[in-house]
């Protein structure tokens, strides 16, 4: 069984065909999902729909690349995380390849995450694109290593991968390792240790082969497992327990 542990089920082009996309986690053994917040103003819309779904949970965050939109304090986010759907702060971090003044406003707001994620006791998920040397210095600075939390859509070295873990962090692989040019991603899926190893969609983006370019959603995670698994040199059902495991053990207020 399999479980993904980012996705934006709440995006329109998801949303619309949510009754197929559940139907075909099902067929695929894919039995959570994680349902990933991007800013406030979409909240309502996607707690209303992890509320209605057993399977489906939420982080709440504003993400990075969202300029123009509420900040929020880390009071109002703590509070939104007491619901018992939500089980994670973000997705938050920085994002210098699309900003690339690499803006102090996106540091101020991953630092009121990572207060958040502290006075809540929850799992941080992290972005970090263009951005990985202020990421691991404001976890660091924060003192993030006290809740940990997961690198989603992990692009970087496995030299980043190494501090992120030594920070208490779990790595999450998307449809990107699936990719041919991909190597040095590869190469840290290769040495990861699976104690820490997390699988995502990241959907609707980043369908892995052989969907890519096509519209991606947690039904087809299996093909990120079965890429590692090959690089590995194991078995996708292997990736499919072991990332399952970590994903019940760090969030933990989800329900098996
Ligand atoms: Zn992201
Ligand atoms: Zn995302």
Known sequence: ?????????????????????????????????????????????????VESQERLWASVGVHPDYEDTP?????????????????????????????????????????????????????????????????????REEGAHEVGGVMHCFTESWEVAQAAMDLNFHISLSGIVTFKNASALHDVAARMPLDRLLIETDSPYLAPVPYRGKTNDPSLVMHVAARIAQLKGLEPEDVGQASTENFFNLFSKIRR
């Not at 995006?11 to 075909?24: A, C, D, K, S, V």
Request: proline fraction near 8%.
């Open 1 to 49: 069984m399999y479980v993904d542990s980012h996705c934006h089920l709440d995006f329109p082009e998801l949303r619309q065909n949510l009754p197929e996309i559940l139907e075909r986690m099902q067929a695929n053994r894919v039995t959570h999902a994680l349902c990933v917040s991007v800013n406030l103003p979409d909240w309502p819309g996607l707690i209303g729909l």
């Open 71 to 139: 900040d929020p304090e880390p009071e109002e986010l703590v509070r939104l995380a007491t619901h018992p759907k939500v089980v994670a702060i973000g997705e938050t971090g920085l994002d210098y390849y699309r900003l690339t003044d690499a803006p102090e406003w996106q540091r101020q707001r991953f630092r009121r995450h990572i207060r958040a994620a502290r006075d809540s006791g929850l799992p941080l998920i992290v972005h970090t694109r263009a951005s990985a040397q202020d990421t691991l210095d404001i976890l």
